[in-house]
């Protein structure tokens, strides 16, 4: 199992670019499945959880080609699929357990198919996250739809449009949604939708394929169902946390860094949080200037859905909070159980204290580097920057949880002068 060696105490310094959103990607390789003519993605992120999703969407039956394009720090991939020959509309168990977004092939499959079995995520009880929210509308919509040995099973001749309400702002829940009300009949309206930028780029892709789609980014989001959709080629847009997350690393270092290929429209919270903790920002066309002051200052938060803070940078504020002037109190809404990564800060010399959703944060002189474990995603990379601050050494053990969400991190760490390496 991979480690990575971190020696803290370097202020980031250059330039980078960032790479295509995970969280656009994993819909838009489920939007294959609504056409019989192949789909092109380009700036397709390298990550475990794409290839998880491409490896997913093989044994159904599509077929999936990669290229490179370019070369070296900004090689891009472009991935082409090809839904012709789908046959088997079932996602098993063994592929969803390691990856949620898994179950973005229910919407689709249903609507093109007739019929879906996708196994529960892992760990996944059906009433306390959002994927009732799926089974709730696909229902709706006139599919029957039941648990089965551990699987969702949807069947459906033809989905029907109808109004839609969900009982919370679900992302995953508003893509499945939206991509099966493609091929309904009639219109279908979803009330309080998602609001994120990767739900538009969902669309904009979709829209290119054929569909017809009005509202997204807004809590309403309208789609009259049409006969078949066709081929496209759609661009996925930046990754906005893996950019929030770079700008944290820069910040927490006091390093000064330019971010490429990515954009500020997407990070107002972000980049308001930043600005009130001392640093420097500047916008450009598609790219992002960060300085950042001899020693930040602590900023409270309180994670909601887009356009407010995203929880999914909530981690990576704890590490810079840990070692800024102050004391923060960060209330997380969104997700229990997202402060795991708070006891392992405090091996590091963190001073934090956790009530239930809250976290109160007092910024510490200085960090230490020790040992440390990460336990999701996004807590991996909180660890990183606390890691790239601390002083001596820090090794971040089971980063294979940042190999499903951030590209070749540790490459990218290098080229901004940080000494960091992955041990096998």
């Known amino acids: 199992m991979d480690r990575l060696l971190i020696e803290g105490g370097v202020p980031l310094a250059g ?87 898994s179950v973005l092939v229910l919407g689709p499959l249903t609507a093109r198919c007739g019929e879906a079995r996708v196994s529960l995520p892992g760990g996944c009880a059906i009433g306390a996250r959002p994927v009732d929210q799926h089974i709730k509308g696909l229902a709706a919509m006139g599919a029957e739809t039941g648990v089965e040995h551990g699987y969702v099973h949807a069947r459906a ?19 499945n949604l939206m991509m099966a009300a493609c091929l309904a009949e009639g219109e279908t309206v979803i009330e309080n939708a998602a609001r994120e930028p990767e739900v538009v780029d969902l669309a904009n892709c979709l829209v290119a394929m054929g569909a017809n789609i009005s509202g997204a980014g807004s809590d309403v989001i ?54 009130d903790a001392g640093c420097e920002i500047a916008l450009e066309r598609d790219a992002i200037r960060l ?9 409270s938060i309180r994670t909601a859905p887009y356009p407010a803070f995203p929880t999914d940078m909530q981690a990576q504020f704890m590490a810079i909070n840990a070692v800024a002037e102050g004391t923060a109190v960060m209330r997380e809404t969104i997700f229990e159980n997202r402060f795991m990564h708070a006891v392992e800060l405090i091996r590091l010399g963190a001073d934090i204290k956790i009530d239930g959703n809250t976290a109160f944060v007092k910024g510490v002189e200085k960090l230490e580097g020790a040992t440390v474990m990460a336990t999701d995603l ?23 949880h940042l190999d499903r969400g951030y590209e070749h991190m540790e490459q990218k760490l290098a080229a901004l002068g940080a000494r960091v390496k992955r041990v096998k």
């Open 15 to 101: 330039e980078i670019s960032i790479s295509g959103a995970k969280n656009a990607a994993l819909p838009l390789l489920c939007a294959a499945l609504l056409t019989r003519e192949p789909l092109t993605l380009t700036n397709v992120p390298d990550l475990n959880d794409i290839a998880t999703m491409l490896k997913l969407l093989a044994q159904m039956g599509v077929q999936v080609t990669r290229e490179k394009v370019g070369a070296g720090e900004t090689a891009q991939m472009s991935v082409t699929l090809d839904a012709s020959g789908l046959d088997n509309p079932v996602a098993p168990y063994e592929l969803v357990k390691t990856m949620r977004a």
């Open 157 to 175: 001749p033809k989905l029907k449009g109808t109004r839609l309400f969900t009982d919370m702002v679900t992302v995953t829940g508003t893509e």
């Open 291 to 299: 300085k950042a002051p001899p020693r930040l200052k602590a900023v």
């Open 222 to 275: 309208r789609i009259r169902g049409v006969e078949r959709m066709h081929g496209a080629t759609h661009r996925i847009m930046p990754d906005r946390i893996e950019t929030g997350t770079y700008l944290c690393a820069a910040a927490a270092t006091g390093g000064a860094v330019r971010l490429t290929h990515t954009s500020g429209s997407y990070l107002d919270a972000v980049i308001d949080k930043l600005l």
């Open 378 to 400: 996004r807590a991996s990379a909180s660890l990183v920057i606390a890691g790239l601050a601390a002083h001596g050494e820090t090794l971040v053990e089971r980063i294979y």
